[in-house]
């Protein structure tokens, strides 16, 4: 578990199972319908969009001390290309700009560096700027421009990586060290 303190207070990263169906939900419920449509692709998120995320993606799930969820982050081989894990993050309104995505982001690249991927890629609207910003806090992306959306890749290895982070598997127990962002750092929305 990935505990993190942000201008919101504490919060804790740790991997999102089926059995957390009622807070992934909840918490969609709670964002806004543009929020949901730059991540999703439209406003209402199902039981079975989570099912299949879950099935074909490594997936967390920050919470507040209150044990609301805040963010949802998933990486996994959606394009099917070798060395190349997709990057999905959703951060509940409120709570945006706050360190919460950028750190789901960066347990994301650990994850994917230990399962041996090269590269994280997101496919994203161009006006996405706060996603865009967060890729670019990540490392050196390159953009590919595709219409009114952009496909970018961040290196995990080499110039221009993604900073390195311990993976949960390296430390005691599967915890990582506390991650501390101040107020106002960073875009955390995809």
Do not use: K
Request: proline fraction near 6%; charge should be positive.
């Amino acid at each position: 578990m990935l505990q993190l303190l942000n201008s919101a207070g504490a919060a804790r990263i740790r991997t999102a199972t089926l059995a957390d169906w009622p807070l992934i939900d909840a918490f969609h419920r709670s964002c806004s319908a543009q929020a949901l449509h730059r991540r999703w692709g439209r406003m209402r998120i199902t039981r079975r969009d989570i099912e299949q995320l879950l099935r074909h993606s490594s997936c967390w799930i920050a919470l507040h001390d209150t044990d609301g969820a805040v963010a949802l982050g998933s990486a996994g081989p959606v394009s099917r290309q070798p060395g190349v894990l997709d990057l999905g993050l959703q951060v509940a309104d409120a709570d945006q700009r706050r360190g919460i995505g950028l750190a789901l982001a960066r347990h994301a690249a650990a994850h994917a560096r230990s399962r041996g991927a090269h590269t994280l890629s997101v496919y994203a609207e161009a006006s996405n700027l706060p996603m865009l910003g967060l890729l670019r806090q990540l490392g050196h992306p390159t953009e590919f421009r595709d219409g009114a959306h952009l496909d970018v890749r961040v290196p995990l290895s080499g110039a221009g990586a993604v900073c390195p982070t311990t993976p949960a598997s390296a430390l005691p127990g599967g915890d990582l060290s506390a991650v501390h962002h101040a107020a106002g750092q960073g875009p955390d929305q995809p």
